[in-house]
């Protein structure tokens, strides 16, 4: 099955209104252009905040219930898409750094709740959030078995192999990287993509805010770690790629690499 995916890059302001007014728009121009799964990056609608502990910042946890997500479940159902929507979810048992998965009929697929949280000076994560408790769902959607890593979880490739042993046939990662850190990026998913023999796509968030400048440098890797949708700059833009989902099963079979593994207890 082939599809188009996307990755939205978007500057984000203060202005939270105003990002999601943005964010609908940009991926209605992505669905019009074809895009079947459309992903944003790292919390896509808020100001960066994770560069200091601030008790007020919480004001933006929210459940995956909120009305912020009704304009997000109708553009999924209305143009039969899948929304990646990565979000500050308040839970029951903490708060978490989190990604909603909507499907083609505006019901939710399912959360993923980020199971690495950095504590470095401008990602303050450890402050704000409790480490994810679901470990490493594979979402069954209209559009194929998705998967998702949230930025740091990336430099941990049990969790792409765990996603991959699960059946998963690509994984989005949003990210919010900074400090020119492409290179190390486009290694380390690469290679996640070629041992897991799976499709790959990294969105990263772009602008200034505070002492970062988000970069973003989204981009896609089929399941040989090869590039197939180059990255893009520090612009605000949709970066289209066809998948092959066929492809997934072929190289897997060909490498071996998942038929052989000595699996890990998930």
Request: proline fraction near 5%.
């Amino acid at each position: 099955m082939k599809i188009k995916v996307a990755g939205i890059q978007l500057t984000t302001t203060a202005h939270i209104d105003a990002n999601l007014k943005k964010a609908l728009q940009l991926a209605g121009h992505a669905a019009e252009s074809g895009a079947r799964i459309i992903c944003f990056p790292q919390f896509f609608h808020l100001p960066w905040f994770l560069h200091e502990e601030n008790e007020e910042a919480r004001k933006y946890a929210v459940t995956k219930e909120d009305a912020l997500f009704d304009p997000f479940r109708t553009l999924a159902e209305k143009e039969k898409i899948v929304l990646i929507c990565p979000f500050y979810e308040r839970g029951e048992k903490g708060d978490y750094s989190s990604a909603v998965v909507f499907d083609t009929d505006g019901t939710i697929a399912g959360i993923y709740r980020k199971n690495h949280l950095p504590d470095l000076p401008e990602w303050r994560e450890k402050f704000y959030f409790t480490p994810g408790d679901s470990g490493f769902p594979v979402f069954e959607t209209a559009c194929g078995r998705i998967g998702v890593q949230l930025c740091w979880d990336n430099f941990f490739p049990e969790g792409c192999r765990t996603l991959a042993l699960s059946g998963a046939e690509i994984v989005f990662a949003p990210t919010a990287a900074a400090y020119a850190s492409q290179e190390r990026w486009l290694h380390i998913l690469s290679a996640n993509a070629f041992v897991n023999n799976l499709y790959l796509f990294r969105v990263n968030r772009i602008g200034h805010d505070g002492n970062l400048d988000f970069y973003g440098h989204s981009f896609c890797v089929n399941p040989y770690g090869e590039l197939i949708a180059d990255p893009i700059g520090m612009q605000e833009s949709i970066l289209l790629a066809e998948v092959d989902l066929t492809r997934v099963a072929a190289a897997r079979e060909e490498t071996g690499f998942l038929r052989d593994v000595k699996k890990p207890s998930l």
